[in-house]
């Protein structure tokens, strides 16, 4: 496991084990935490979703107009370095299907000014990154 995403995955991992669904938004390239994740997360269905899909595995869909037979019963809906003007959005997609949500910016980079307040910070090892836990 990459030592740059196996803090984050573990986290995940750790606490998203018993999850039917996890969906990762905004997946560009990178696939290597998704992969991390369907290998340890078997049971776990993860769906990868990009606005410009990098290959097959990725499911295109823009989430200012989101398809919502994709982020129906998630457990978790996550992105990792989601540019700013597009985490309220991310958030928003969450609180509609009652899904926790992990937002990972950029470590440059803060949260939205307006999901300060309704994301916790949370570091877990060497990795930091903002959390939205659901109302169940």
């Known amino acids: 496991m990459s030592s740059i995403w196996s803090n ?12 039917k669904k996890i969906v990762e938004i ?27 899909p990098s290959n097959d595995s990725v499911i295109e869909d823009d989430i200012t107009k989101p398809t919502p037979i994709i982020y129906e019963n998630a457990d978790l809906i996550y992105s990792i370095r989601p540019p700013e003007e597009l985490q309220k959005d991310i958030f928003n997609l969450g609180l509609k299907y009652n899904s926790d949500i992990i937002i990972k ?7 939205n000014y307006n999901l300060q307040t309704k994301l916790n910070l949370v570091n877990h090892k060497k990795t930091a990154f903002y959390l939205y836990k659901r109302r169940i």
């Open 8 to 19: 984050f995955t573990e986290y995940i991992i750790d606490n998203y084990h018993d999850s």
């Open 26 to 52: 905004g997946v560009g390239k990178v696939l290597e935490p998704s992969n991390i994740l369907k290998e340890e997360l078997p049971n776990t269905e993860i769906k990868l979703v990009d606005i410009y």
């Open 105 to 111: 910016p950029l470590f440059t980079e803060e949260i």
